[in-house]
């Protein structure tokens, strides 16, 4: 399998540069070159596989030149093995022919546990086998952080920074990336907010030199890896409720559109889907494209969801590329003048095929609670913020009631307890291997907000805590 860029100018790549490159040389993103396809036969044989047998079906074709079958396996068994559910992406059903599938049971709580705690293993095989060791920076305002540091954490050719804004976290999710003890983790918290964090990153990015020639790797939903891994549980989640025979309607709670457009990958690869619903908050640009074809950059205003908390949705662009025909000159051209006028729209025809599969809905931080006290009453479910948003989404945009709605449950409530608390509803508990968390020792260096400090800080300790 070979990538191309989204903007047609980065030379094409195998999976494995794909995994360490981050963005293309060209400003675009990477994405296969053709995509797989399964017939209907084929995916219903795989009906009753455990999670990690059939994860390598699915991701066995994006993979195979760059990776042994054999070490695949053992890496993807692995990888959900740390998982509390043993059905790692088990179902609940919330009222007739709908559905929550929970992907909070790995071990950060968050769906990102499913595309980064099989990256960091990646990451290390093919490290391990070219005898190279790299830098990941990253900045966070919560779940990435610490997804990111559990997925790295065993990695033995990989230093981990991850910014987050001092005191700007929440508690539950600080402690879960600071009681993380590695030499090659590093938390640093930054005397500023998130975009500053975000900004020293890019410009981390951008000029490499303090690295000495160690190098940057990133691991935000950019990298190909991840929206490959989230693939999975779409077929997970159908084969369960009588797919491909029948189809399913999906509900994804969007930020920067990686979970949703794997979504819309599975759909390309074959898995019956008749309709993905766009779920964001008051942070809206995603809707306001589905809704009216004006994807305009706001400013940002702070939620109770605020993993979905974004101006403007990195992977939009994956999606851009399909919908202009795979022509990368016209997405440059595009991305070009929305770095310029910050909006963007489509020739209407374009709209339209976009709309044919997509519909979305924009939900409030007062909605958002009033969903999460109505299903807990409906069936005594606590959602999460993000996961509330989905399923109000998925109840106001239904096209059929006989097709099965499936809202991916994006994170645990125990994550988000103003939320909860707020819509009125009893809070959970930590599950089991988190219950110590708040006695657990923390580690984490607070530094102003100066890139140059932040910078030897990184090139003194990024190899297993000595200099580079
Ligand atoms: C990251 C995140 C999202 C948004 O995911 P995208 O892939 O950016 O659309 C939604 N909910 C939670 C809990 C998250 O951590």
């Given at each position: 399998?070979r990538y191309?860029?989204?903007?047609?100018?980065?030379?094409?790549?195998?999976?494995?540069?794909?995994l360490?490159?981050?963005l293309a040389?060209?400003?675009?993103?990477?994405?296969?070159?053709?995509?797989?396809?399964f017939?209907?036969?084929?995916?219903?044989s795989w009906?009753?596989?455990?999670?990690?047998?059939?994860?390598f079906r699915v991701?066995?074709p994006f993979?195979?030149e760059?990776?042994?079958?054999?070490?695949?396996?053992?890496?993807l068994e692995?990888?959900?093995?740390?998982f509390?559910?043993?059905a790692?992406?088990?179902?609940?059903?919330?009222?007739?022919?709908?559905?929550v599938?929970e992907l909070?049971?790995?071990p950060t709580l968050?769906f990102?546990?499913f595309a980064?705690q099989l990256?960091g293993?990646?990451?290390?095989?093919f490290?391990?086998?070219?005898?190279?060791?790299v830098?990941i920076m990253g900045a966070?305002s919560?779940?990435?952080g610490?997804a990111?540091?559990?997925?790295?954490r065993?990695?033995e050719n990989?230093?981990i920074?991850?910014?987050?804004p001092?005191?700007r976290?929440?508690e539950v999710q600080r402690?879960q990336?600071?009681?993380i003890?590695?030499?090659?983790?590093?938390?640093?918290a930054i005397?500023?907010?998130f975009d500053d964090?975000q900004e020293m990153v890019?410009?981390s990015?951008a000029d490499?030199?303090?690295l000495?020639?160690?190098?940057?790797?990133?691991v935000n939903?950019i990298?190909w890896?991840?929206?490959?891994?989230?693939?999975?549980?779409y077929f997970?989640?159908?084969?369960?409720?009588?797919?491909?025979?029948r189809?399913?309607a999906?509900s994804?709670?969007?930020?920067?559109f990686?979970?949703?457009?794997a979504?819309y990958l599975?759909?390309?690869?074959?898995?019956?889907i008749?309709?993905l619903v766009?779920?964001t908050?008051?942070?809206?640009?995603?809707?306001?494209?589905m809704s009216?074809?004006?994807?305009d950059?706001d400013?940002?205003h702070?939620?109770?969801?605020?993993s979905?908390?974004?101006?403007?949705?990195?992977n939009?662009?994956r999606l851009?590329f399909?919908?202009?025909g795979r022509?990368?000159a016209l997405?440059?051209?595009?991305?070009?003048?929305?770095?310029q006028n910050?909006?963007?729209?489509?020739?209407?025809e374009?709209w339209?095929?976009?709309?044919?599969?997509?519909d979305?809905l924009a939900?409030d931080d007062?909605?958002t609670?009033?969903?999460i006290?109505e299903?807990?009453?409906?069936?005594?479910?606590v959602?999460?913020p993000h996961?509330?948003?989905g399923?109000?989404?998925a109840r106001e945009c239904r096209?059929?009631?006989?097709t099965?709605?499936?809202?991916?449950g994006t994170a645990?409530?125990?994550k988000?307890?103003?939320?909860v608390?707020k819509?009125g509803?009893v809070?959970?508990?930590?599950?089991p291997?988190?219950?110590?968390l708040?006695?657990r020792?923390?580690r984490?260096?607070?530094?102003p907000?100066s890139l140059?400090?932040i910078?030897?800080?990184?090139s003194a300790h990024?190899n297993?805590?000595?200099?580079?």
């Amino acid at each position: 399998m070979r990538y191309i860029s989204t903007r047609g100018q980065a030379p094409a790549l195998n999976f494995e540069d794909v995994l360490l490159a981050g963005l293309a040389s060209d400003g675009g993103l990477y994405v296969p070159e053709n995509l797989p396809r399964f017939t209907l036969e084929e995916i219903a044989s795989w009906n009753g596989l455990p999670y990690h047998e059939l994860a390598f079906r699915v991701m066995r074709p994006f993979v195979a030149e760059s990776i042994s079958d054999a070490d695949f396996k053992a890496i993807l068994e692995d990888t959900y093995a740390g998982f509390a559910h043993s059905a790692v992406a088990p179902l609940r059903q919330l009222d007739t022919n709908e559905w929550v599938m929970e992907l909070f049971h790995g071990p950060t709580l968050a769906f990102k546990d499913f595309a980064l705690q099989l990256l960091g293993r990646l990451l290390d095989h093919f490290l391990t086998k070219r005898g190279e060791r790299v830098v990941i920076m990253g900045a966070t305002s919560g779940d990435t952080g610490s997804a990111a540091i559990e997925g790295c954490r065993r990695c033995e050719n990989v230093d981990i920074f991850i910014l987050h804004p001092h005191n700007r976290v929440s508690e539950v999710q600080r402690r879960q990336m600071t009681t993380i003890l590695g030499d090659n983790i590093h938390n640093i918290a930054i005397e500023g907010n998130f975009d500053d964090c975000q900004e020293m990153v890019k410009a981390s990015f951008a000029d490499q030199g303090f690295l000495k020639g160690t190098r940057l790797v990133a691991v935000n939903s950019i990298n190909w890896a991840r929206i490959m891994a989230q693939i999975v549980y779409y077929f997970h989640a159908a084969l369960q409720l009588g797919g491909p025979l029948r189809s399913m309607a999906f509900s994804v709670p969007t930020g920067n559109f990686g979970d949703i457009f794997a979504g819309y990958l599975a759909r390309n690869m074959g898995l019956p889907i008749s309709q993905l619903v766009v779920a964001t908050n008051h942070n809206d640009i995603l809707h306001r494209f589905m809704s009216g074809n004006q994807y305009d950059k706001d400013t940002l205003h702070p939620s109770l969801s605020p993993s979905m908390d974004i101006m403007v949705s990195s992977n939009f662009e994956r999606l851009l590329f399909d919908l202009h025909g795979r022509n990368g000159a016209l997405v440059k051209d595009l991305m070009d003048s929305f770095r310029q006028n910050g909006k963007l729209s489509v020739e209407p025809e374009r709209w339209t095929e976009a709309r044919r599969l997509f519909d979305s809905l924009a939900v409030d931080d007062e909605a958002t609670c009033a969903t999460i006290a109505e299903v807990h009453a409906q069936c005594g479910e606590v959602l999460d913020p993000h996961t509330a948003i989905g399923v109000r989404a998925a109840r106001e945009c239904r096209r059929s009631m006989s097709t099965p709605m499936i809202t991916l449950g994006t994170a645990h409530p125990v994550k988000f307890p103003d939320a909860v608390r707020k819509a009125g509803v009893v809070e959970p508990q930590l599950p089991p291997h988190l219950a110590d968390l708040f006695d657990r020792e923390e580690r984490c260096t607070v530094l102003p907000n100066s890139l140059t400090e932040i910078q030897q800080f990184v090139s003194a300790h990024g190899n297993r805590g000595k200099p580079l």
